[in-house]
């Protein structure tokens, strides 16, 4: 909750040297003592000191925590007059717009060459004003040479009316080349937790590496106000800009201490610069948590933009989507089981590639593609709304659209990409080649007015419900100067203004949702899948925080697309939860009929999120530190979702966890099921691969093949499948340290006539008569362990006779957890191949398409002879696109060859050449009895299944020399691979 503000304050007016005077108005709450080559200012709620341009001791005075204490000296920050002369390299470096430790961009935090700041041997004076204090240093460094006619000016005091500590600088040079100020608070105490909306909202806190974090334009940066949680107090700091300067954020981490500011940028280009004067910055102290101190900031914006959030928000139907499917298979069928599985007014379709010609090509031309209208009103029967790709800002120079509409007289181009990119330009239409993407300037009126008018005929077109206005966040100052009253970010401003007005009933998303244009978007896109790396990403998922949908009131959008395999579905899931976002789901039957993986933790948070309209929520109090967000439903109930480096959660009103995705864990006591998972207890799982991600959900466990009752600590599933003839489980060490030997304990759910146990037979489990499960086996392994359960008679091949092949056997085994995804191959495909040599034609069949998974063709057979040898046979026909296969054999589980059909370079070759040959393995078997045996080959799509062709003939046993023979054929003759 915010403190009681005080009634108006009144300093004196006098302007006098505060070294000749110590000036009070402790009458007011308020207080200016001098000091050393500083000053303190005590308003109602903080009392702040200020030494050589920076904020260097802070006292919260409602409960005297001390958030900044000036002992620590801890100064390794940029502060001062920035100013470029000479050093363009190092004024763009500093303003890496994500300097992340994560991607390993951070910068340095010891000099700064182009901040030139204040130190002892600068001339300082102080005096009153008829408000505060101002203070000025001449003379400034950069550390490395001193600059005597330098200033930097600081003028503090408390706002009348709220008791907030309000500051501004300026700064002046001799010479030009003046960028920007800045006046960093620094000595932050290590408990701090630092909340900004960065990539929709972001928190950090002191267990990160020592980093300076660089921040600016969106998505980095979306609005310029930060809270930082003390121990029991709050700080918030922000600047209410009606112009929207640019402005750039620095967030450092020292070991120490944090320090942070908002630097004031000028307009582009600063050669002329010699002087800068900064917004006003806020700083203030607050009894609850983030929201509270943000609070300010956002009653600003929402009465900054009142008649736009009117605009947006009136459109009612907008207010029940819960769901954007953005890949889909438009036709009645998947349409069918959507409207069946989810409620259509909840979902929002989206189409990527709406527009006639590629995506992003010919901009800026806005013709639809033949079918689009039809899939907009097959959706709308259903009951769905939809939406469309649109670009707010790019064309393509000398296209049809481009020359038609007049672009390079009623468009300006970017003249500089950014102050990070300061040293590329000026651009102006002729830095650009015919067929280049341009990013304009939506300073321009007459492009703003090109872009509403293409809006509107779109919408009279197709009749799309709401558009996804591309690039619409990527805005800010590109030194053009002033346009008809308007600068920098207003650009932006004014096209989104017009956008709301000329079409008041089409919602929009857009990339980004920054303060420049958040009024106007109900869905910001954050497309966390595919920024940053996946160190970025994993620190993502347990530092995100909903504070863009607190600032602005949207609804954060991760979409499907380019999420291609379990770690990326987990990045989408626990983004969107953190930030307060709404559901999202594949529109496929494959993803629909799912019952494996994320996939179906997926389905079900829709289905929540959709049958119970969940909507973030923001109490002011101070939240727990793993507490990521909060949600209440329809009728009021309150949702709670939890996420550490370990365990997310969300929790339903009763205090019951509805969903949970977990790694990093051999062991989980849990309520919940994880979908396929064999190794399960009472009291939850056990044998978890700490490095994978797994989903869970709620329900029964399932009731596998065979059930794992009790393993060894640190040994893991490594892979489970099976079917109604066998069952295949491979156990192994979490690590180095893990267990060499323990006590495996099962329950059998299907009859079995025999188990192998490392490829040696042991006693099956025992079957009472009437059962419906197995008596518990025990057996004591060797790790790793592979067991073969055989519930079906084996097929009994003769020598030379090819093992019977059902492709409907097919299996899909997910790399990661080792189980069957429940995905079967969709087609069929059959190869002649003649085996150089022998004149003996085979068909091959095709295993491909398996992404992160193996995709796996399983034979239980028995071996006709002792002395049998396993052959063979397999090619790769691919050579033009994607990274190639791998071929793998596994019997009993125990992966025994694979080969890499690449494409790989050879020693001395330049290019990567890919392997066609047609390869033949050779294995014996070397039963001892009957005992069955599991042969499987496989292909693996090294993760991605782009263009793969393996072909694979059936197995079979021949008569040969009883040693493992691995060739391919050159020219008709058997070579070693």
Known sequence: MRAIRNGPIVLMAALVSLTAIGATAQDQGVEISPGDRSFTITTPRLSATVRDGMIVGLTARPDGEVHADEALADHAVPVGLGHMTGDIEAMSALHVPWGSREMGQDVAATSFPTMHRPDAASRYTAERTDRGIRATWTDLTNGAQRFPEETLSVEFWADADSGELLYRAWGTSDEGGVYGVQVPLVNLHPDHRIYMPSFGGMMYESGMEPALRTLGGAPFLEAPVLAMEGRSNTLGLWTEDERFHPHFCFINWSGRSWAVALEHLNLMPFEDRTQVQSVTWHLDGFEGGWVDAMTPYRDWYHELFAEEFAIRDAVEWADRIRIIIDAVSETNEVYDALASTFDPETILIHEWNAREPTFSGELPAMEPKDHYPAQVALAHEYGFHTMAYVNSYCAEKG???????????????????????????????????????????????????????????????TGTDANYEDTAGACGDYGNGEVEGLQAAQGTVALFRELLQAQPDVPMASEYGPSPMAFATRWPLHFQQVWGNKRARTFWLSHMRPVCAYLFGHRSWTPNIRAENNFLHHV?????????????????????????????????????????????????????????????????????????????????????????????????????????????????????????????????????????????????????????????????????????????????????????????????????????????????????????????????????????????????????????????????????????????????????????????????????????????????????????????????????????????????????????????????????????????????????????????????????????????????EAVPE
């Open 572 to 972: 989408i899931l626990g983004c969107s939860d953190s930030l307060g976002g709404v559901a999202q789901f594949p529109g496929t039957l494959q993803a629909l009929e799912a019952t494996r993986g994320a996939l179906v933790q997926m389905k079900r948070r829709a289905q929540l999120f959709s049958a119970r309209q969940l909507a973030p929520y923001f109490p002011a109090e101070r939240w727990e530190p793993d507490l990521a967000c909060l949600y209440t439903d329809d009728a009021g109930r309150l949702y709670r979702y939890h996420a550490d480096d370990r365990v997310h959660r969300m929790v339903g009103p009763g205090g019951r966890a509805l969903y949970e995705r977990i790694t990093g864990l051999n062991r989980f006591e849990t309520d919940l099921t994880l979908p396929g998972w064999p190794a399960v207890t009472e009291d939850g799982l056990l044998g978890l691969n700490p490095e994978v991600r797994y989903a869970l959900v709620p329900g029964a466990h399932d009731r596998t093949q065979v059930q794992i009752t009790a393993l060894p600590e640190g040994v893991m599933v490594g892979r489970f499948y099976g079917d109604d003839r066998f069952t295949v489980v491979g156990l192994q060490p979490t690590s180095d340290q893990g267990a060499e030997t323990g006590a495996v304990s099962v329950i059998a759910h299907l009859k079995t006539s025999a188990v192998t146990l490392n490829d040696r037979p042991v006693e099956p489990p025992a079957w009472p008569e009437g059962a419906s499960q197995s008596d518990p086996a025990t057996w004591q392994a060797q790790m790793p362990a592979r067991l073969v359960f055989a519930h079906a008679r084996p097929q009994a091949p003769a020598i030379g006779e090819l093992f019977e092949t059902d492709i409907e056997r097919a299996r899909y085994v997910d790399v990661q957890t080792g189980l069957d995804s429940g995905e079967r191959p969709t087609r069929d495909l059959r190869r002649p191949y003649e085996v150089p040599g022998e004149g003996e034609v085979l068909f091959h069949g095709g295993l491909n398409w398996g992404g992160e998974a193996e995709v796996v063709m399983d034979y239980l057979v028995t071996p006709p002879a002792a002395d049998a040898v396993l052959e063979v046979f397999t090619r790769n026909t691919q050579d033009t696109y994607g990274n190639g296969t791998i071929g793998r054999l596994y019997i009993n589980g125990r992966m025994v060859h694979e080969h890499d059909f690449g494409p790989r370079k050879a020693e001395g070759e330049e290019e990567a050449a890919w392997d066609l040959a047609i390869h033949r393995w050779r294995v014996p078997v070397r039963v001892t009895g009957d005992e069955p045996v599991l042969v499987s080959i496989a292909t693996n799509s090294k993760g991605s299944n782009n263009a793969d062709f393996q072909w694979w003939s059936a197995p079979r046993f021949i008569e040969a020399a009883m040693e493992a023979e691995f060739v391919e054929f050159a020219d008709g």
């Open 399 to 461: 296209c049809p659209a481009f020359e038609e509409a007049n672009i390079e007289e009623i468009a300006l181009t970017r003249r500089y990409r950014g102050i990070w990119r300061y040293g590329q330009g000026p651009l102006t239409w002729d830095s650009y080649e015919d067929g280049a993407l341009v990013y304009t300037d939506p300073l321009a009126p007459g492009w703003r007015a090109d872009h509403v008018a293409r809006m509107k005929r779109w919408r009279e077109v």
